[in-house]
Every structure is written in structure tokens, then in C-alpha cells.
């Protein structure tokens, strides 16, 4: 069993591949993916460990899109991290993500908020800078009272500081995983309509991630519906981003089964 969505120190995670694969094999966990948001520098450290440690890593990403005019996300397993075109790709989603970050500081300064590129040191593990970084700054220093806060009032997409994100195509995002020897899979999509996920199956998706932390018993059920009726591959991942609830993490409390990993790694070993 598999925690497929898992977030580091090279996205918006609080753990690094490291402690990550100290807390599975704690737990006895036999495999995971690193899913990190845009981003695949932590991939190959996480390999390395994960052998001496003597646990399955499949490699991962986790890639937003626009969709309907909202961001979605496509998970990517079995990546060919080292591909030169995943590489050329990434980043320019890297650079995408700084300049968006930097218009939100101007437009928090704007309305009110002390903040620079430097109050964000702190809080991040790599050179990747996201949103959740700016609302971990408007909590320690009393703008908010809750990261959620951060979001509804500055950071989401009502949010007074809230600035668009840089378009990148689904059509885009699923060549470039096939290019690259990936399996794409429809990432936590329990805030869409049938519809809207009948029409990214027909898009080319390989599969729908059924099972996340973020789901209801009713949505792992309608979502398993799916993709039995259309013959995907259903994974599942905690979407574990280092935070503690109840003293746990949430990383490998939602683990796919054996047969979705041999489903994705045949799917792999056809676009090799
Ligand atoms: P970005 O990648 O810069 O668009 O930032 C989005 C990240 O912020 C997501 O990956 C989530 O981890 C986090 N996030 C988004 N919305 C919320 C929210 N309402 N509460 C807490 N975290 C959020
Ligand atoms: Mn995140
Ligand atoms: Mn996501
Ligand atoms: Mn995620």
C-alpha cells in the first residue's frame, strides 16, 4: 500500500524527503510519491534515500491548471524526472510562480500590510514560494488569526490581494506528463460537477485520485462509480503537507492499493 500525494520542503511542505520517509517507515508504509506542487527538485533525493532505506518511491508532481476559469489539479506518477522537457517546462512555472507572488506583495503592501520578499525566508524549506507561504507571514504577525483566514480575506480567489495565476492548459500539462513517461491522474476533485470530470476523462486522464483527505464518504463513492464505469485507475493519497492533527500526520493514513501502483507502472512502462 501507497501514499501517493505527498507534499515537501520543495513545495509547501514542513517535512523534507527525509523525515518524510522516516515517519513511513515508522509506520511500516511500502511505498509513497513526493507530489510536490510544480516542482521536481526534491525527486531525485527522495530516490536515493528511499533506496538506502529500503522503501518504493514512485516519483510525482502535482500540477495546477486552469479549467473553467478555476484552478484544478494533475497529479503525474512515474515522471521521468530527468526528461528536458518536463525540466524546461517546470521552470517556467517556477519563474510564473515569483512573479505572481511578487504582484501579491505589492498589492498587500497597497492595502496596508508590512510584508517583502524576505519576510517570507522564514517559511520556506527551498527556492519555491507559494501562497501558503504569505499566509503563514499574515498569521505570526497578526493580520489573520488562521491560515484559513489568510486565504478568504487576502490570498484566495475573493480575497482582496488575490492575484490570477499565470494560465497553463490541461492539454499542456497531460502532453508533457505522457512526454515524459508519466500516468496523469485527476487530482481531489471533489469540488467538481459529474460533468465537468466526465469532460477531463474525455480530455485523456489515466485516472482520478478517489481517495484524499480532503474527501467525504459520499464523494469516494460517486468517484469510484466513475471510474469503474470508465475503466481509470483509482489511487489514493493523503495530500500530507507536514501539518500535525491530533498529534498525527496525515501521511500514511490514505494509501493506494498494490493493484492501482502496478496498474500506473504498466501504463509507465508503455510510454518509456
Ligand atoms: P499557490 O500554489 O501559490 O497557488 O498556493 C496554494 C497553496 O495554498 C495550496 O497548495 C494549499 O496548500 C494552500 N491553500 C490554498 N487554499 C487554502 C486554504 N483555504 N487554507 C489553507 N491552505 C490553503
Ligand atoms: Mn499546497
Ligand atoms: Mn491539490
Ligand atoms: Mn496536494
Redesign the pocket.
Known amino acids: 500500500m501507497f501514499d501517493l500525494h505527498i507534499h515537501s520542503t520543495y513545495s ?1 511542505g514542513k517535512l523534507d524527503p527525509e523525515s518524510i520517509i522516516i515517519n513511513l517507515k515508522e509506520q511500516k508504509i511500502q511505498g509513497f510519491s513526493i507530489t510536490d ?1 510544480d516542482c521536481i527538485a526534491g525527486l531525485e533525493e527522495a530516490a536515493t534515500i528511499s533506496k538506502m532505506c529500503n522503501i518504493k518511491f514512485i516519483p510525482g508532481i502535482e500540477f ?1 491548471v486552469s479549467y473553467n476559469g478555476r484552478e484544478i489539479h494533475i497529479l503525474g506518477y512515474f515522471i521521468d524526472y530527468k526528461n528536458e522537457k518536463l525540466n524546461d517546462f517546470v521552470i517556467k512555472l517556477q519563474e510564473n ?1 515569483k512573479v ?2 511578487s504582484n501579491t506583495l505589492i498589492r498587500l503592501n497597497e492595502l496596508g500590510v508590512k510584508i517583502n520578499e524576505s519576510s517570507l525566508n522564514i517559511y520556506k524549506g527551498s527556492d519555491f514560494i ?3 507561504h504569505i ?1 503563514m507571514y499574515l498569521v505570526d504577525n497578526n493580520y489573520v488569526k488562521s ?2 483566514e489568510a ?2 480575506k487576502y490570498l ?1 480567489e475573493s480575497g482582496s490581494a488575490y492575484i490570477e ?1 499565470n494560465e497553463v492548459e490541461l492539454k499542456d500539462v497531460l502532453d508533457i506528463i505522457k512526454i515524459s513517461s508519466g500516468v496523469s491522474i485527476l487530482a481531489h476533485p471533489f469540488k467538481m460537477k459529474e460533468k465537468e470530470i466526465i469532460d477531463i476523462i474525455n480530455s485523456g486522464i489515466d485516472g482520478i485520485e478517489v481517495i484524499n483527505s480532503k474527501h467525504s464518504r459520499d464523494t469516494i463513492i460517486n468517484l469510484m462509480k466513475i471510474v469503474d464505469k470508465y475503466n481509470l485507475i483509482p489511487t489514493a493519497g493523503s495530500d500530507c ?1 507536514g501539518r500535525l492533527y491530533d498529534e498525527n500526520y496525515l501521511m500514511g493514513k490514505f494509501l493506494s492499493p498494490n493493484s492501482s501502483i502496478k496498474r500506473l507502472e504498466s501504463l509507465h512502462n508503455l510510454r518509456k
Do not use: C, L, P
Open positions: 509547501d506542487h495546477g510562480r505572481r507572488i507559494s501562497r501558503s499566509a491560515i484559513n486565504f478568504e484566495g495565476k503537507h
